[in-house]
């Protein structure tokens, strides 16, 4: 069985990915008690030693700050940059040296990366570009039978969520979930810097 490292594997995505996953795979949650600090250069490299080999990297830290660019202070931008954006760097970084072949990145975005909207500037600012760092990677690997791809989902159906907005207006987890694991499978082996949205 083939080992699948998550990140932010704790939150109302990821209890749901981990379930779907583990059905299929060893995954090894990077949780703080193994990586306490994504956007810490030293805490994500120790990590990933302490991880070993592994077949593909899911990256599903994340966080949302609103405000217009107006209203946006310089520590909003530089947290939610560093938070959504540094850290899939830091962990997408030492995965690469790390993954067998074929491997797997697999990053989740935002539909609001696609269609920016008021109100959450600094945070779509950051998951577009980390949209950008998944297609840089996929171009620099491309061939090499090691694929990179990120999941754009609408608002998703958390249990934070879920006590805020009806669930027929939320993406449901098990989907994403199940589109994560069909970029991991050798069905989407020639699939690589693509950009998936999953609309409500």
Same mark, same amino acid.
């Given at each position: 069985?083939?080992? &699948?490292?998550?990140?932010?594997?704790?939150?109302?995505?990821?209890?749901?990915?981990?379930?779907?996953? #583990?059905?299929?795979?060893?995954?090894? +949650?990077?949780?703080? #008690?193994?990586?306490?600090?994504?956007?810490?250069e030293t805490?994500?490299?120790?990590?990933?030693?302490?991880?070993?080999?592994?077949?593909?990297?899911?990256?599903? +830290?994340?966080?949302?700050?609103?405000?217009?660019?107006?209203?946006?202070?310089?520590?909003?931008?530089?947290?939610?940059?560093? $938070?959504?954006?540094?850290?899939?760097?830091?962990?997408?970084?030492?995965?690469?040296?790390?993954?067998?072949?074929?491997?797997?990145?697999?990053?989740?975005?935002?539909?609001?990366?696609?269609?920016?909207?008021?109100?959450?500037?600094?945070y779509t600012?950051?998951?577009?570009?980390?949209?950008?760092?998944?297609?840089?990677?996929?171009?620099?690997?491309?061939?090499?039978?090691?694929?990179?791809?990120?999941? $754009?989902?609408?608002?998703?159906?958390?249990?934070?969520?879920?006590?805020?907005?009806?669930?027929?207006?939320? &993406?449901?987890?098990?989907?994403?979930?199940?589109?994560?694991?069909?970029?991991? #499978?050798?069905?989407?082996a020639n699939?690589?810097?693509?950009?998936?949205?999953?609309?409500?």
């Amino acid at each position: 069985m083939r080992k &699948v490292a998550i990140t932010g594997g704790t939150g109302g995505l990821g209890t749901a990915v981990v379930e779907h996953l #583990s059905r299929t795979y060893d995954v090894v +949650v990077l949780d703080r #008690s193994r990586l306490d600090d994504v956007t810490s250069e030293t805490s994500v490299r120790k990590a990933f030693a302490d991880l070993g080999e592994h077949y593909a990297l899911v990256h599903l +830290v994340g966080g949302w700050t609103g405000g217009k660019v107006a209203d946006t202070s310089l520590e909003t931008w530089s947290r939610m940059l560093a $938070l959504n954006l540094t850290g899939a760097f830091l962990a997408i970084r030492e995965a690469l040296t790390q993954l067998t072949r074929p491997g797997r990145i697999v990053a989740v975005s935002s539909i609001a990366s696609l269609n920016p909207a008021p109100g959450s500037a600094a945070y779509t600012v950051a998951k577009s570009a980390l949209n950008t760092l998944i297609q840089t990677v996929a171009a620099e690997h491309r061939g090499t039978g090691l694929t990179a791809n990120a999941v $754009l989902p609408d608002s998703m159906a958390t249990p934070a969520m879920l006590r805020e907005t009806d669930a027929s207006k939320l &993406v449901p987890t098990e989907r994403v979930a199940e589109t994560i694991a069909f970029l991991l #499978s050798e069905a989407a082996a020639n699939i690589t810097g693509a950009l998936i949205p999953l609309r409500k």
